[in-house]
């Protein structure tokens, strides 16, 4: 069982392609900028228990639209177990159906994905949320104790070609991008693959709190990360 926030039976925001996107609730880390708030404690009257056979009942509505699913949060690598026993019905939900069906995860990286080589099987990627790269700057972001294992995972899945995508979240008074996009760059070559890098420009829609208020960053900001990422050789789209 999980305790599930809600199911977009189709999102095209969620990862390749059209994927049915599942919101598990409950996160480890308290982002100042999150836009999913309600999806931070561990229980919520709003999130609602579901087996695998009952979320999997929502994906199969979806087939042969979706090229398949996306789990998220809240940080959905807190409940392992779920993800390990859900991907694992829906490979075979896809021999099944003959439909190709891929799991994504959408992770905050604050726990080690090598700890969970069973679920790492059925699993083909993950796209990972590189929140800032200075362990300060993340703490006060966070208020997590470090982001060493967000660095480890990032070089994990980058050697395991599960990277599907690194995102970061733009906000330019807190967030030091170019600092971030560096590291990935040398993690990158160090390791000697890539993946895509995503930035994210901030938005306040749904934010609490400090940033509620805070302006997204100009046109012009976004395009000297832009600059940057790309003299970096980095392939990088904006959103
Ligand atoms: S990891 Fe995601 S869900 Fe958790 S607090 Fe940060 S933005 Fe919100």
């Known amino acids: 069982m999980a305790l599930v926030r809600k199911i977009i039976p189709q999102s095209t925001v969620d990862g390749p392609g059209n994927r049915t996107a599942i919101f598990l609730q409950g996160c480890n880390i308290r982002c100042a900028y999150c836009h999913n708030p309600e999806t931070q404690a561990m229980h919520d009257a709003e999130a609602q228990e579901m087996s695998v056979v009952e979320v999997l009942a929502e994906i199969r509505k979806g087939i042969p639209f979706i090229r398949g699913i996306t789990v998220s949060g809240g940080e959905c690598m807190l409940q392992p177990d779920f993800l390990t026993a859900l991907f694992q019905a829906v490979k075979e939900l896809a021999r099944e159906t003959n439909h190709p069906l891929t799991c994504l995860i959408d992770s905050n990286g604050t726990i080690p994905f090598e700890h969970f080589p069973e679920l790492m099987e059925d699993c083909d990627g993950v796209m990972l949320d590189v929140k800032a790269w200075d362990a300060e700057v993340y703490q006060h972001l966070t208020q997590a104790k470090d982001n060493m294992v967000v660095k480890q995972n990032l070089a994990w899945l980058l050697q395991h070609d599960l990277l599907t995508e690194v995102r970061i979240v733009c906000l330019p008074e807190r967030v030091d991008v170019e ?58 789209s904006i959103k």
């Open 179 to 236: 600092n971030i996009l560096r590291h990935i760059a040398e993690t990158f070559d160090f390791i000697g693959k890539k993946a895509p890098v995503r930035l994210l420009r901030f938005r306040p829609h749904g934010v609490l709190g400090e940033l509620a208020n805070h302006p997204m960053p100009s046109d012009e900001q976004m395009a000297q990360y832009a600059d940057l990422a790309r003299s970096l050789h980095l392939a990088f």
